[in-house]
Structures are given as C-alpha cells and as structure tokens.
C-alpha cells in the first residue's frame, strides 16, 4: 500500500468539504502582525548580507592570491571559520572549473567542469554577487550557492568564490529567534513555489504548484497570488503547527532576497492549540519508568504481530485507544522515515519525516530508524507534547522493530530538563569543532590527537573539549578521561540509555551534526545534557564537542 494513500484521503475529504480554501483577511490582523513581518524580512536580509560580506572580503583576497592553491584555500577556511553553519566554499575558474574546495573532504570535486549547472551560468553571465535558486547536492539535500566575482587587480574576471548552505538553516537562524514564543508562524518560497523554509519543518522541500496535498482550487489560487504578489493580505484553512486539526490561517506576506533572490515570506496566525509554558508536571526519568516504557512499546509490537499491521494502525492512531495514555502514546514509521501513526497529529500521516530535525537541529527520524535498524533503542529529542498544550520538551522514546519494514515506539517527556541552546552556543560549537577537524587535517592523525588529549593545551578548555573517535567506536581523544583511550565505546548508553557514542558515529559517517548525550562536564562533575556536534576528519574517524544544559 502507497504509505501516502491515508494523508491523501484526508486532504481530499478536507477539500471536497471545503476546509482547505483561501479568502480574502479580515482587517482584525493587525499591526502587530505587520511589524513581526517588517522584523523577519529585515532579518533574512541581513543574514543574506552578512554571507555576502564574506564572500566580499575573501574574494578581494582572492583576487591577490588566486583562485587555485593552498593560499585560495587558506582564504576559503577563513570565510568558513566566520560562518560555521555554512556547508563549503569553493573557487570556480572563468572556464567553469571547480579549482579549490574547502572542507578537505569537498576537495575530490577539484578539477570537475560545473558550466552544466544553472548556478555557475548565472554567475558568469552577471558577473556579480548572486543568491541562486535551490539546487540538489551531491550529499542528497537541497542547497542554496551564494556567490562573488573575483577580479584581478587589472580588472580581468578570473572567475568566482561561493558559500553553499542549506536554506533552511540561513532562513530560520533569521526568523527563529523573532516568532519564539509568539503565535506567528513563517513559511519562505521561491517563485517557482519550491518552499525554502518552514515553522513546519515537514513542508521544506515541497512545492506549492505540484505537491499533492495543496490541490485545492482555492489553494492554488491562494498561492497564485502570493507569488505574483510581493506583498499582501488573506485567509485560508489548513493543518495547524502540530498538525492536529485544520484552522483558518490569517496570513500577510512580503519579500525577501538580495542579489536575485526573490522569496516570498508568508507570516500566519490561528494556531487552534495555545503552547504551555512552565514546568507543571515535570518528572525525572527513573529506571522503572524506563523498563515501563520500553514494556509498553514492546507490547505493542506484539499486538501489531497478532492482529496484523492494518489493525494495528488503527488502534494506534486513536487517541482514545487502548495505547494512549495521557502524553504517552505509540508512534509508528516505517524505515523510510514515512509515519504510520501519530494520535495527535493525524495530518502527518503518510508523510515521509526521515530529515526533519528538532528545534536544536537533531535528526531524530534518522536516529530512531538507526535504532530500530539495529534490534532497538532509545533516542533523546524535542518534540511538541500533547497533554501540555504541544509545548516543546524534551523527550526520550524506545523504539523496537516489528517487521524489518516498520518499527513502534513511545517516549516519556522530560520538561524538567531545558533544551534550550542559544544559536550563538551553538555556532560557537560548529565553529570550535570544524577548526578542530581543520587541525587535524593539516597536522595529521598524531600530532592532532596529542593536541586534543593535552589537557593543558587549547583544545581541552573545560566544558568545550574536543573529543575524538574511530568509525569503530574506538576513543581516541578524551582528554578528561584518559583512562578510556583505546577502548571501544560503541556499546555505551547514557543516563537514559541511548547509545550516545553510536548515535555519534552514524551522524559523522553521514557527514556530521548534532546529537544529544547525557555526559558528565568537566567544569561541575555533574552529569547534564549535552548537544555535540561532530564531523568526519576523514573516513576513518572524527572529532567532537558539545555544550551543556541545566544539570540533573
């Protein structure tokens, strides 16, 4: 069965009742709304901005230097250090070549011939700063290139220099920090209706114009006009934020973009479910607690072997149903990320969630699927409860395969545990771990890993040490537990039984990002929650930091 057949129907019910319909705002959208707007297109521009600097600055240097060699690539390093979010940067000679490429591991495309993509045509044909449209990379996602002309000091054009980052992470480092805490959500589209960014992370990705779930004669001519709009006002009816119910959305919309760009930002209101804040029943999770959830997982696994997937589904998807139980529920996907079932957020059914990420930017779907891939396990992340008005907490689930198709699993919130990390913390963390994989791509394996382990050296300052691992799990830089180097740690499990040095190890082969750990900090002695971040140095192994919360 098409995984997508159950959202699908749901959709075209809604549309055939006329829920999912566009009409013209009320004026009751006020002035608030107007200025949050006003703020959040200002912001992404300034985020745009702030790229074009560097890539002005690197290519005057550029521009003296070359763009090929270790110079071009020491320039690019440096771009990179002051934007640590940002994925790569590379030189493209005037004749279309990639010439220089930095991290190391991008520099296997020096000497490709890129004149074939839209992006490189672009560049060369306006010889000046662009923001390209979405392009699909080699690592699978889609990714934005904004660019820079280099000139020589006589005025010959020798080609151009580029950051490439995902457009969500430029998109919501911007909007993010503005709607925290308000009743705005924010969507980002191209013109052609491909959507860059959404409060909504499972709507990155699709487009406005061909995606089956926005069909409706009404939507369509909703998102008509906003596209040929630069600016506006309306209504129209969809799933809210938790994707719990269908609301009536009050929407004003602006532009965005600088150097080409052109992007319509969409600020909605009419979130049908009010966020809670405050810690009211907030627990710690004991070590019944945790045999109690996974007991109840595997129970339902059970069930979904007697009585078959189909009936299975249905009672899992009902929230008065026998495997609900306050903001304990069973959840179910398939092993392509795809949800089976989600009590509390029917509209989500039938989508495929395998690169959605927490608020903190953790690939959860990906951890749960790895851990259900591997018999069964825990995973640490935040996700909105539904007994406390969706509220975001953190959240540790059991998940356990039924079949090697799909797989189940139900989570206990933690709201006694903050998991809130600020974006400065946390460009600080890229930052300090991508120049700590520079080190050791330039110094070599030993000599970096007796840096990381000196704990009178720079790489060993307190809470923010740089550990290193084999893909293997071996340890090989731990610098306040020395006793460890050499071993294997791949069996590990934390606090709340996560396999924090596999979870690790999976997110660097796939080239690295954030992941949860409960781990002592040097600084207290205590054990608190840590998000590390880590990256491949190579293929054989990769380095690491995190940043503390609040202590158990």
């Given at each position: 069965?098409?995984?997508?057949?159950?959202i699908?129907?749901?959709?075209?019910?809604?549309?055939?009742?006329?829920?999912?319909?566009?009409?013209?705002?009320?004026?009751?959208?006020?002035?608030?709304?107007?200025?949050?707007?006003?703020?959040?297109?200002?912001?992404?521009?300034?985020?745009?901005?702030s790229?074009?600097?560097q890539?002005?600055?690197?290519?005057?240097?550029?521009?003296?230097?070359?763009?090929?060699?270790?110079?071009?690539?020491?320039?690019?390093?440096?771009?990179?250090?002051?934007?640590?979010?940002?994925?790569?940067?590379?030189?493209?000679?005037?004749?279309?070549?990639?010439?220089?490429?930095v991290?190391?591991?991008?520099?296997?495309?020096?000497?490709?011939?890129?004149?074939?993509q839209?992006?490189?045509?672009?560049?060369?044909?306006?010889?000046?700063?662009?923001?390209?449209?979405?392009?699909?990379m080699?690592?699978g996602?889609?990714?934005?290139?904004?660019?820079?002309?280099?000139?020589?000091?006589?005025?010959?054009?020798?080609?151009?220099?580029d950051?490439?980052?995902?457009?969500?992470?430029?998109?919501?480092?911007?909007v993010?920090p503005?709607?925290?805490g308000?009743?705005?959500?924010?969507?980002?589209?191209?013109?052609?209706?491909?959507?860059?960014?959404?409060?909504s992370?499972?709507?990155?990705?699709?487009?406005?114009?061909?995606?089956?779930?926005?069909?409706?004669?009404?939507?369509?001519?909703?998102?008509?006009?906003?596209?040929?709009?630069?600016?506006?006002?309306?209504?129209?009816?969809?799933?809210?934020?938790?994707?719990?119910?269908?609301?009536?959305k009050?929407?004003?919309?602006?532009?965005?973009?600088?150097?080409?760009a052109?992007?319509?930002?969409?600020?909605?209101?009419?979130?049908?479910?009010?966020?809670?804040?405050?810690?009211?029943?907030?627990?710690?999770?004991?070590?019944?607690?945790?045999?109690?959830?996974?007991?109840?997982?595997?129970?339902?696994?059970?069930?979904?072997?007697?009585?078959?997937?189909?009936?299975?589904?249905?009672?899992?998807?009902?929230?008065?149903?026998?495997?609900?139980?306050?903001?304990?529920?069973?959840?179910?996907?398939?092993?392509?990320?795809?949800?089976?079932?989600l009590?509390?957020?029917?509209?989500?059914?039938?989508?495929s969630?395998?690169?959605?990420?927490?608020?903190?930017?953790?690939?959860y779907?990906?951890?749960?699927?790895?851990?259900a891939?591997?018999?069964?396990?825990?995973?640490?992340?935040?996700?909105?409860?539904?007994?406390?008005?969706?509220a975001?907490?953190?959240?540790?689930?059991?998940?356990f395969?039924?079949?090697?198709?799909?797989?189940?699993?139900?989570?206990?919130?933690l709201?006694?545990?903050?998991?809130?990390?600020?974006?400065?913390?946390?460009?600080?963390?890229?930052q300090?771990?991508?120049?700590?994989?520079?080190?050791?791509?330039?110094?070599?394996?030993?000599?970096a890993?007796?840096?990381f382990?000196?704990?009178?050296?720079?790489?060993?300052?307190?809470?923010?040490?740089?550990?290193?691992?084999?893909?293997?799990?071996?340890?090989?830089?731990?610098?306040?537990?020395?006793e460890?180097?050499?071993?294997?740690?791949?069996?590990?499990?934390?606090?709340?039984?996560?396999?924090g040095?596999?979870w690790?190890?999976?997110?660097?082969?796939?080239?690295?990002?954030?992941?949860?750990?409960?781990?002592?900090?040097?600084?207290?002695?205590?054990?608190a929650?840590?998000l590390?971040?880590?990256?491949?140095?190579?293929?054989?192994?990769?380095?690491?930091?995190?940043?503390?919360?609040?202590?158990?």
């Open positions: 069965m098409d995984a997508r057949i159950p699908l129907l749901v959709v075209l019910v809604l549309i055939s009742q006329g829920c999912i319909t566009s009409r013209e705002s009320p004026e009751s959208f006020g002035p608030g709304a107007n200025a949050t707007l006003a703020q959040v297109t200002s912001a992404i521009n300034a985020e745009l901005e790229v074009r600097d890539n002005v600055a690197s290519a005057n240097q550029l521009s003296l230097v070359g763009l090929a060699g270790r110079d071009a690539e020491r320039v690019l390093t440096e771009k990179l250090e002051k934007l640590p979010w940002a994925l790569s940067s590379v030189t493209i000679s005037s004749e279309g070549f990639i010439v220089a490429a991290p190391e591991n991008y520099r296997e495309i020096v000497g490709r011939d890129v004149t074939y839209d992006a490189v045509q672009e560049a060369f044909a306006s010889k000046a700063p662009r923001v390209s449209k979405v392009f699909l080699e690592e996602f889609a990714g934005i290139s904004q660019s820079e002309p280099v000139f020589a000091p006589n005025g010959t054009y020798l080609g151009y220099t950051v490439t980052y995902r457009p969500e992470v430029l998109i919501g480092r911007a993010d503005i709607i925290a308000t009743p705005f959500d924010v969507w980002v589209v191209q013109k052609d209706g491909r959507i860059l960014y959404d409060t992370p499972e709507e990155i990705g699709r487009n406005l114009f061909s995606d089956a779930a926005y069909q409706s004669p009404e939507l369509q001519a909703f998102f008509s006009r906003v596209i040929s709009e630069p600016s506006g006002r309306g209504v129209y009816q969809f799933w809210d934020r938790n994707w719990d119910r269908v609301i009536s009050e929407v004003a919309w602006g532009t965005a973009g600088i150097d080409g052109e992007w319509r930002v969409v600020l909605t209101t009419g979130n049908a479910s009010p966020m809670s804040t405050g810690n009211d029943g907030a627990r710690t999770l004991t070590k019944a607690d945790a045999r109690d959830l996974d007991a109840l997982v595997k129970e339902a696994v059970s069930f979904a072997r007697e009585k078959g997937k189909d009936v299975a589904l249905l009672e899992f998807n009902n929230p008065e149903g026998r495997f609900v139980s306050g903001d304990r529920y069973i959840f179910a996907y398939d092993m392509n990320g795809t949800v089976l079932a009590p509390f957020q029917k509209g989500l059914i039938g989508e969630r395998l690169d959605v990420q927490d608020s903190n930017g953790v690939s779907i990906r951890a749960m699927v790895a851990a891939s591997r018999g069964g396990g825990h995973v640490t992340y935040v996700y909105p409860n539904p007994a406390r008005g969706f975001e907490e953190l959240k540790r689930s059991s998940v395969p039924v079949d090697g198709t799909w797989f189940v699993g139900s989570g206990i919130y709201p006694h545990m903050d998991a809130r990390f600020s974006r400065d913390a946390k460009d600080a963390l890229q300090r771990v991508k120049k700590a994989r520079d080190f050791a791509q330039e110094r070599g394996r030993e000599e890993l007796s840096a382990n000196d704990l009178s050296g720079p790489w060993a300052a307190g809470s923010d040490y740089i550990f290193a691992y084999a893909m293997d799990g071996t340890t090989l830089a731990l610098p306040f537990q020395p460890l180097i050499g071993t294997n740690r791949t069996g590990f499990q934390d606090h709340y039984g996560v396999a040095i596999a690790e190890t999976e997110v660097a082969r796939d080239g690295g990002g954030f992941v949860y750990i409960m781990y002592p900090d040097p600084k207290t002695g205590l054990t929650l840590k590390c971040y880590v990256v491949p140095v190579d293929r054989e192994w990769f380095v690491g930091s995190g940043i503390y919360s609040t202590p158990v």
